[in-house]
């Protein structure tokens, strides 16, 4: 089985990138995997630090390490953002494959500081694990939001990235390029996008000479999405997407079926809701 490491050198020859979609419950989980099976590409599945509580690390581990081993598929997981080094140990420990470690909320040089300390206690564990690193704003929270915040003083150069990348010895980074957690209500309406600092993109990965992950991806155009993967993003993250197509799905189940009560029965259709959101994006980011 190839490890997420040799994944990411493809998707870089390639041109294309890894989908990495965050779960919180086996309903994310199923359209997740039935999606990237039918397609034949590999996944990552993402648990922030809420999600991952709410399902339990060791058992998130378990169970995707299952599905790689019983199916032979490339499935990955990764610990995203994660804040403490605490709990970024915790999921090291339970055989994550990467992990986001977000000190980007800190100034730069406490960024660089606790972004390399964690590098160095988590490749202490396991060397093969993956370490993100995070710098620039771009928000928080996989969720609805009122107004779009202001990031544009957030955004991230070349220089910082290339600083960044040397000084921690992170694996990926994720920049701030335009993007940002969390749609607007005009975004889920289909009304409006986020759209990308392509040329950025471009000019960060010649400076940091690593896999870049595109955090925010939820409600980016896909012609957005195109570019940026051709300048250079190797990994993208969507959430709230996925969020809305579970609510929307459930919510249409319950009213047609005002008196069931089998959870399988009614869960199927948030489970067809999500998938048909991960399928569309999976095509997308490997070049359809
Ligand atoms: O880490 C998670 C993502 O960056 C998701 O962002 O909710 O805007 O898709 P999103
Ligand atoms: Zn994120």
């Known amino acids: 089985m190839r490890e997420l490491r040799d994944v990411l050198e493809q998707t870089q020859k390639n041109g294309v990138a ?14 997740v995997f039935a999606s990237a099976q039918e397609l034949k590409v590999p996944v990552l599945v993402g648990v922030s630090e809420g999600e991952r509580e709410f399902i339990g690390v060791r058992q998130i581990a378990a169970l995707v390490r299952s599905l790689r081993e019983e199916f032979n598929f490339p499935i990955f997981l990764n610990a995203d953002h994660t804040h403490s080094l605490v709990k970024a140990l915790d999921a090291a420990k339970a055989g994550f494959d990467a992990i986001v470690f977000d000190a980007s909320a800190l100034p730069f040089e406490q960024n660089v500081h606790q972004t390399r300390k964690a590098v160095e206690a988590i490749k202490a564990i396991n060397p093969s694990t993956l370490m993100e690193g995070e710098i620039g704003d771009i928000g928080t929270g996989s969720e609805i939001h009122e107004h779009a915040p202001d ?27 335009g993007n940002m957690h969390g749609m607007l209500k005009s975004m889920v309406q289909g009304k409006t996008s986020k759209h990308l600092d392509t040329e950025r993109i471009a000019h960060i990965k010649k400076a940091a000479r690593v896999p870049l992950t595109l955090h925010g991806g939820s409600g980016t155009g896909d012609e957005d999405l195109r570019k940026a993967i051709a300048a250079g993003i190797n990994i993208v993250h969507i959430n709230t997407e996925l969020r809305v197509a579970w609510r929307r799905g459930l919510e249409e189940a319950l009213s047609r079926q005002p008196d069931e009560v089998v959870p399988y029965k009614i869960l199927a259709s948030p489970v067809e809701y999500v998938k048909h959101v991960v399928s569309s994006r999976l095509k997308l980011f490997n070049g359809g």
């Open 18 to 31: 890894v989908g990495h979609f965050n779960i919180a419950d086996l309903v994310l989980l199923k359209a």
């Open 151 to 177: 990031l544009s003083k957030g955004l991230t150069t070349p220089e910082e990235a290339r600083q960044f990348v040397e000084s921690t010895g992170i694996d990926i980074l994720a920049p701030a390029v």
